[in-house]
Structure formats: C-alpha cells, structure tokens
C-alpha cells in the first residue's frame, strides 16, 4: 500500500491505522483503500425533526 501519493504536484502522507492527521484518505487520494464516504447523513435518532 502507499504511504505517500501526489496530488496535483504535492506529496502527501496517506492515512492509515492510527495516523489520521496531516494526511490525505485512501479513497480519496484514488487509492484502493480505507473509509468510505457517506453517500447520505444519518438522521439522529434521539432527536425527532420538527413537522414542516
């Protein structure tokens, strides 16, 4: 797995296991790997939403 990726001419750090600051998500960097994003936000279920 990469460690390091550029992107538009800057190297990044890639993020993995434990480091998660100051570098850049795997899917994000095109890489085959880690988190994925969210496709929607997940509606809290303590809190019901106000009626429209």
């Given at each position: 797995?990469?460690?390091?990726?550029?992107?538009?001419?800057?190297?990044?750090?890639?993020?993995?296991?434990?480091?998660?600051?100051?570098?850049?998500?795997?899917?994000?960097?095109?890489?085959?790997?880690?988190?994925?994003?969210?496709?929607h936000?997940?509606?809290?279920?303590?809190?019901?939403?106000?009626?429209?």
């Amino acid at each position: 797995m990469a460690a390091k990726v550029r992107v538009e001419g800057k190297v990044y750090d890639v993020c993995r296991g434990e480091a998660t600051d100051g570098c850049i998500n795997p899917r994000e960097a095109g890489l085959n790997f880690g988190n994925r994003p969210l496709d929607h936000y997940p509606e809290d279920k303590g809190q019901e939403m106000p009626a429209s």
